[in-house]
Each structure stands twice: as C-alpha cells, then as structure tokens.
C-alpha cells in the first residue's frame, strides 16, 4: 500500500521518557487530533526507524503498544492501520456538538439542487476520446507553452460564431475572455465594471455568489424585486433618480433566477433605454440558454443593436457537466482589455487541453447532438415532475410552468416557515436549496426545486415530503 507522506514526530532524546513512549504518546495525540483518522496507513517499521533516526526495535515497540490499547491494528501482509473502532476509544462530543455536527455532515439521499444537469447524460467518452487524440497529435508540444489569457483562439472564434448565429449578437472573437467556470466571469466582470464606492442593482430574490462577486469588488447592493415578468422596472428608475453612484446591474433575464421568470421584451427595451442614458452596465448570465422546451430561446439583452454597456456570461458547464470548469464571457473591446489584463493577474491562462476538446467536441457536432437528446430528456422530466405537484400539492402551491430551465419555482399558499420546511426535510435526508441562500435580507417565501438530475421515484418521493409539511 502506498504510505506517500513521512510521519512527522518531533523527539527529544535528552528526555527522561522513553524513545518508545514518546513515539506512542505522539502517535495517540496525531489521531486524537484528526491528523490520522481510522483506516491510515502508518508506514512500516523500517521505513519510520529511518525517518525517526532510531532503532527499528524502538518502533516495534511502540507499535506494540499502540496495538495493545487498541489504537492501532495490524493486518497480515497488509501493514498496521489506525484502527475502525475509535468512536469507541476518543471521547465522544458533546449531545449539542453531536447534534449539531449530525445536521450539517448528514449526507442526504435526495436533492432538489438548484438546477443542474443530469451528469449522467454527459457525453464523457467522447470527451474523453478527443483529450487523449490531443496529445497523440505531432503538435500537441504546441498546446503545453504559455498562450492568451483570453483563452483559445480558435475556441473563442467557435464561441463568437455560436453567439452571433445562435443567440442574435454581433462579436468578434476578439471580444471575448474564456474562463474557468461562469463564477470567475462573474468575478472578472466586477472588478472591470466596479470599484469601491460603486452600486449595483440585484434581482431579489436572486443569485448570491454573484453578489459576493460584486462585493469584493467594493460595491454596495442595491436589491430590486422581481415580478411576474422580471425585474421591476419603476423601482430601477427610482433608485437612478436617488443615487448617482450605480454602475451596473445584475440580471438573469432568461429565467431568472431562482423564480424561472423571462424578462418581458417591454422590459427590457426600458431598462437598455435606461442603461444608455445612465451609463451603467447591463452584466447578463444567461446561464442555461440551451435548455429551452418551447419556441427558441428569447434572445439576450446583450443582442441588441443599441445596448452600449455590457458584459454577457455564458458557460459550457451547464452544457456537459458542472465539474467541467468553462466559461466565457463576451463585452466590448475597452472591457476585454481590462478583463484580460485582471485574469491575468489571479490566472495567466486558461486549461487550453481541456478547451480544444470542448472545441474537438463542438466541431464534429457532439455537443449539439447531445443538447438535442438532452432536451428532449429535461422536457419529459419536466412535465412528469409537473404532474407530481399537480398531483401533490395541488391547492397547496402556486407555480408556473417553466418553458426552460432546469428548475421549478413554486411558492406556498398558506403562511408557512419555509426555513422550518428546509430543516424538517433536512433531517429526513431530503436536501433543497435555503430559501436564505436567494433572499436580500428577508427571507423570500418559495423553494426552488431543480428536477433534472432526479428519477421519477426520487421527484415522487421529495414531492410527497414536501406535501407532508405543507
């Protein structure tokens, strides 16, 4: 078995306890401390009479010992392990420690997370596939130097050709920044639009680590409810009128989140009206533009013609897998230099392997072959888990069927503790997002439940839960 970290134990040879016991004692102490935990591998005898400096006979000896307590094992032609049962020799917490620490680490069997895509539907072995083909390639040496910060070249030119065609904007590639994920695009686009003393209006209820983005930028929120059809427009006006430091404003005007709402075309002319009158930035995540059920998707604020101040975000994570970090964004020129410059700063460049597979991927028509079937997957999952509330809560919620997306959006009719609701189901190891996790300040009243990575039993099962408590 492989032991590839040296034990570190400090010894003092002038002391009057013996070699042995010192190794004991500090051996007990390492696993009291959660430094080893049940099942470590300590190394072999030999190996840490070497490292210790001392006679092999004063490790077995000590080894002795620590099995004789119980606090080691040691298996036949394997080597001597901490041992399982320590719940049984370390004291254990306190009932409120225990308690506590059970709520928090539990792990649950069902979750309604905030919308992500089924990883099983991932198009692994063909990714995979075009990673191992990059380094069989005569020029893959090209691939291993230092290149843009901006990213690949030819994935950013695939990338502006799928904007302007798919999504109506006019780009070049030149004008767009490839990240590692749509929260560091996030990242990047506060600190080119804000600075400290700066505001930014927020959907609220809305997307948190987008506005601890804008926060460490310097900026103060500025919350903005979110209607039927999006963000509410006359509050966006008053707040103009009362502060001259607002410089941006944050929207997911595709379906919002957490509500699934689309910003109305009326809107969203006013609100690229008021951005050209006031100078601020429109800065849009359009996280999940693919998964659309109905007609095409609504086109991005940031494809109109007359819009001068924005910074688009888009994201392949959604498309393949979340752990796949990949994302862009697209603003203009001025922007893209200032972007650039900062990504440099915390990032030189991007995982070019990993993006010319993404590319390998989307030049041989993977990627839209597996967002065709995952579509047609999501809109069947969609109207079953339709189904289940009609079912189940009916008369006990209100939602809106959602044309895309990932997630529902459902808000109880009685008052109710929506947070007491998120503990209860907690604690029957059904997991969903709190609704703190959305809200400015007061609590938002609503769940948003994400169905696409769960089966029919798993959606039938968390609904009936949640019916329970309702």
Same mark, same amino acid.
């Given at each position: 078995m492989l032991?590839?970290?040296?034990?570190?134990i400090?010894?003092?040879?002038?002391?009057?306890k013996?070699?042995?016991?010192q190794?004991?004692?500090?051996?007990?102490?390492?696993?009291?401390?959660?430094k080893?935990?049940s099942?470590?591998?300590?190394?072999?005898?030999r190996?840490?009479?070497?490292?210790?400096?001392?006679n092999?006979?004063?490790?077995?000896?000590a080894l002795?010992v620590l099995?004789? #307590?119980?606090?080691?094992?040691?298996?036949d032609?394997?080597?001597?392990?901490?041992?399982d049962?320590?719940?049984?020799?370390i004291?254990?917490?306190?009932?409120?420690?225990?308690t506590?620490?059970?709520?928090?680490?539990?792990?649950?069997?069902?979750?309604?997370d905030d919308?992500f895509?089924?990883?099983r539907l991932?198009?692994m072995?063909?990714l995979?596939r075009?990673?191992?083909?990059?380094? $069989?390639?005569? $020029?893959r040496?090209?691939?291993m130097?230092? $290149? $843009?910060?901006q990213?690949?070249? +030819?994935?950013?030119?695939?990338?502006?050709?799928?904007?302007?065609?798919?999504?109506?904007?006019s780009?070049?590639?030149?004008q767009?920044?490839?990240?590692?994920?749509?929260?560091m695009?996030?990242?990047l686009?506060a600190h080119c639009?804000?600075?400290?003393?700066?505001?930014?209006l927020?959907? &609220?209820?809305g997307?948190?680590?987008?506005?601890?983005?804008?926060?460490?930028?310097?900026?103060?929120?500025l919350p903005?409810?979110?209607?039927?059809d999006g963000l509410?427009?006359?509050?966006i006006?008053?707040?103009?009128? +009362?502060?001259?430091?607002?410089?941006?404003v944050?929207v997911?005007?595709?379906?919002q989140?957490?509500?699934?709402?689309t910003?109305s075309?009326?809107k969203?002319?006013?609100?690229?009206?008021?951005?050209?009158?006031?100078g601020?930035?429109?800065?849009?995540?359009?996280y999940d533009? +693919?998964?659309?059920?109905?007609h095409?998707?609504?086109?991005?604020?940031?494809?109109?013609?007359?819009?001068?101040?924005?910074i688009?975000?888009?994201?392949?994570?959604?498309?393949?897998?979340p752990?796949l970090?990949?994302g862009?964004l697209?603003t203009?020129?001025?922007?893209?230099?200032?972007?650039?410059?900062h990504?440099?700063?915390?990032?030189?460049?991007?995982?070019?392997?990993?993006e010319e597979?993404?590319l &390998?991927?989307?030049?041989?028509g993977?990627?839209?072959?597996?967002?065709k079937?995952?579509?047609?997957?999501?809109? &069947?999952k969609?109207?079953?888990? #339709?189904s289940?509330l009609?079912?189940h809560?009916q008369?006990?919620?209100?939602?809106t069927?959602?044309?895309?997306?990932?997630?529902?959006?459902?808000?109880?009719?009685s008052?109710?503790?929506v947070?007491?609701?998120? #503990?209860?189901?907690?604690?029957?190891?059904?997991q969903?997002m709190?609704p703190?996790?959305?809200s400015?300040n007061?609590?938002?009243?609503?769940?948003?439940l994400?169905?696409?990575?769960?089966? #029919?039993q798993?959606?039938?099962?968390?609904?009936?839960?949640?019916?329970?408590l309702?």
């Open positions: 032991r590839p970290w040296p034990l570190e400090q010894l003092n040879k002038k002391s009057d013996a070699l042995y016991l190794i004991a004692d500090a051996v007990i102490e390492a696993i009291k401390t959660e080893l935990v099942g470590n591998a300590l190394p072999g005898s190996q840490l009479a070497g490292l210790l400096n001392v092999r006979n004063t490790i077995i000896e002795d099995t004789a #307590e119980g606090w080691l094992v040691t298996i032609r394997k080597g001597t392990f901490v041992t049962s320590l719940a049984e020799i004291p254990k917490k306190t009932k409120k420690e225990a506590e620490n059970t709520i928090e680490t539990a792990k649950s069997h069902l979750v309604f919308g895509p089924d990883s991932a198009p072995g063909d995979a075009a990673y191992r083909e990059i380094f $069989s390639r005569k $020029s040496w090209q691939l130097g230092y $290149s $843009s910060e990213g690949n070249l +030819e994935f950013r030119k695939s990338i502006a050709q799928m904007l302007n065609f798919k999504r109506g904007m780009i070049s590639h030149n767009i920044c490839i990240t590692r994920g749509s929260q695009a996030m990242y686009a639009a804000l600075k400290t003393g700066d505001a930014i927020i959907e &609220n209820p997307y948190k680590p987008a506005w601890e983005a804008f926060e460490n930028a310097g900026a103060a929120l903005v409810d979110v209607q039927q509410d427009i006359q509050q006006e008053k707040y103009l009128q +009362e502060h001259q430091n607002i410089r941006a944050y997911t005007p595709h379906h989140f957490p509500t699934t709402v910003l075309l009326k969203r002319l006013r609100l690229i009206e008021l951005s050209n009158q006031f601020f930035t429109i800065i849009e995540d359009d533009n +693919e998964f659309h059920f109905a095409r998707p609504v086109l991005p604020l940031s494809s109109f013609s007359g819009l001068q101040n924005y688009y975000i888009g994201t392949f994570s959604k498309i393949v897998a752990a970090r990949i862009y697209a203009s020129s001025e922007n893209i230099h200032k972007i650039a410059k990504r440099k700063i915390i990032d030189v460049q991007g995982d070019n392997i990993m597979a993404v &390998n991927l989307i030049n041989e993977k990627i839209k072959r597996h967002l079937k995952a579509n047609l997957v999501y809109k &069947n969609r109207d079953y888990f #339709e289940l009609n079912q809560l008369n006990k919620v209100t939602f069927k959602p044309e895309g997306g990932l997630a529902f959006w459902i808000v109880p009719n008052k109710i503790d947070l007491q609701v998120h #503990e209860k189901l907690k604690l029957q190891g059904i969903l709190s703190k996790k959305f400015y007061k609590t938002v009243k609503g769940f948003r994400g169905y696409a990575s769960l089966s #029919e798993q959606m039938e099962e968390g609904i009936k839960a949640l019916s329970k309702l």
